[in-house]
């Protein structure tokens, strides 16, 4: 059933054929046009209405137009580009009968394009004084006001577009991601890590502890994984000889939505070879620094209610000291698998019917009672084997060389000294096929292939997962996904 139009979307839809009439197409074709409305104003904003008209500059632009204020045979409107918004004057006696008739048939919303010279206003507007008037594609309903009308949160999420046109804060927002992501790659450029691309389509599970989107091959009658990481394929680059590697992409994990978490998102993974944990902490650090630096260009970032301030150096701590200081429990002693069950119990810990280790009630202590604690930035090391599967031993084998960045207690990266032994590598994928069975659902497949890779030698490496939406939170202080996500996944209306 075709929704009813209101009264103004009628007014615009009869108005398609007086286009016609005049012989005008009310969805045009191609317009050059050679200025964006931010440059003009950079440019000529400082001169005076008596230099401009000096100097007879001639500007052509192309936009939206965001507000019209008649005056009978005048016209001042704001036409909206992709760099902001300028004034143009359009009059009867400058653009002619028939281009003023045209323009009179404008909305607001309407896209067009304008040429004329640039001339300052009374009240000292760079303003177009418009020669020309280009009618290009009618807008069939009306634009929402642009401080009332669209501040509803999940109308502006489903209809983005809008949210873009009508709010600087949204558009603002997109802008810094692309750059943030922008400055990301050039960083790892700089750094001598070359960019690939990686299959999204998997046969097996593994990378990551997730549950999976699940997909069907029809030619091969096969199911298939989406992603959950890119691990494993860019391991198998460093085999090949690609010692520094990255990869920019979306992965897809089958959870929850919420301000954290979105089943879609996209990550940089990074591998250098001949580096460990050490060489991680240090790319982390001095990445952050950089996008602040020459991105950004700000220090301190008011995020989730806490001012946090990249400049200064990251704080490292082992999980077990920030266990021991919250509760007075050191899981760096023998702690039987029962014991930490009681202390589980004790301290209101959840505990998951899958486990059979301590190591799995030590990052529970961790997660539910010292994470949100983590305000500053806080790298976090030295985790319990049993939730690291492709990470190498510590001396003390109950643990890997593994972190991660917290900052405002949010998680933003995850790193390795990467295990490289296959014959450890393949004692880990048992252990995970062991967990499965229990009822663990994250738990990764064994993967033959990647297994067969390390066969033939993994140098030793460190690596790190870092997720871009989350850097592009912090870095344009939002404190929902769905502000840095264009389309992110939604419920339905």
Known sequence: MEEKMNDQEEARYAKLEKYRELGVDPYGSRYEFNALAEEIKEKYGSLSNEELLEQNIEVKVAGRLMAIRRMGKASFVHLQDRSGSIQAWLSLNELGEKSYTLFKLADRGDIVGISGTLMKTKTGELTIKAHEYTHLVKCLKPLPEKFHGLVDTEERYRKRYLDLLVNEDSKRVAILRSHIVSGVRKFCDEHGFLEVETSILS????????????????????????????????????????????????????????????????????????????????WIEELLQYLAKNVIKKDKYNWNGHEVDLTQPFKKVAMWELIYAKTGIDFRKEISFEEAVDLAKKWKVPLDPSWNATGYIMQAFFDELC?????????????????????????????????????????????YSELNNPFDQKERFEAELAARERGDDEANDMDLSFLDALAYGMPPAGGIGLGIDRLAMLLTEENSIREVLLFPTLKDE
């Open 203 to 282: 046969p097996i599970l593994g990378g990551a502890a997730a549950r999976p989107f699940i997909t069907h091959h029809n030619a091969l009658d096969k199911d298939f994984y989406l992603r959950i990481a890119t691990e494993l394929n860019l391991k198998k680059c460093m085999v090949g000889g690609i010692d520094r590697v990255y990869e920019i992409g979306r992965n897809f994990r089958n959870e929850g939505i919420d301000s954290k978490h979105n089943p879609e998102f996209t990550t940089i993974e990074l591998y250098q070879a001949y580096a460990d944990l050490s060489d991680m902490m240090k």
């Open 371 to 415: 994470e949100d604690d983590l305000i500053e930035p806080t790298i976090v090391h030295t985790y319990p084997i049993e939730v690291s599967p492709l990470t190498k031993k510590s001396p003390d084998p109950r643990f890997v060389e593994r972190f991660e960045l917290f900052i405002c207690g949010t998680e933003f990266c995850n790193a």
